[in-house]
């Protein structure tokens, strides 16, 4: 079976809502920017109600918007020198910023081609149930400290593929004011 791993395949409630607290934007500032209510934006977060098409269209676009990829020379510098399987990706959009030569060694292609794209389509299905689980653990509050921890399959995708091993998750703020997600493989399974 083949699953539809985009970010865009998760609930827009739930994408709206990372997005908004990951940036640390009230739910008031975000309905005004959409040009909707508070309590509108609210019920969409909370999947109670789904926005208009044009509504949805404005939120689409504000989501897949991408942003520069400048993260701190000295933090890509020791993801790039680290002897471990780790790489670093916006914790919103899921897209690539930095990679071990480890992790880049499991890869069947060159990371640089995938700088800034989202890598949520080679997402095993332990990791999507994990990436559900977030609000409700509390990765996305602005005092989240600590790590997630979990074992994953593995997938033999033809470009990238995934070892079955324990993955570690952990945020991580960028000059830039995003949040980044690095992501270390602790063990081979």
Request: charged share 25%.
């Amino acid at each position: 079976m083949e699953l539809d791993l985009k970010v865009s395949a998760l609930p827009l409630g739930c994408r709206l809502r990372r997005f908004r607290r990951l940036r640390q934007i009230k739910q008031e500032t975000l309905a005004a920017d959409l040009g909707v209510s508070q309590g509108l934006l609210s019920r969409w977060e909370a999947g109670q109600h789904e926005p208009s098409a044009k509504a949805r269209a404005r939120v689409e676009t504000l989501l897949e918007r991408h942003e520069s990829v400048g993260i701190d020379l000295t933090l890509r510098r020791l993801i790039e020198t680290a002897p471990f399987p780790v790489h670093l990706v916006c914790d919103d959009t899921h897209a690539l910023l930095s990679v071990s030569p480890a992790r880049q060694a499991q890869w069947r292609i060159s990371a640089a081609s995938f700088f800034g794209v989202s890598l949520w389509r080679y997402a095993t299905a332990e990791i999507i149930e994990r990436e559900l689980q977030l609000q409700e653990l509390g990765w996305f509050e602005e005092v989240w400290s600590g790590a997630v921890q979990f074992t994953t399959g593995g997938s033999d995708d033809p470009d990238m593929p995934i070892p079955p091993s324990i993955i570690r998750w952990e945020r991580i703020g960028i000059s830039d004011g995003r949040v980044g997600r690095l992501v270390t493989s602790i063990d081979p399974i």
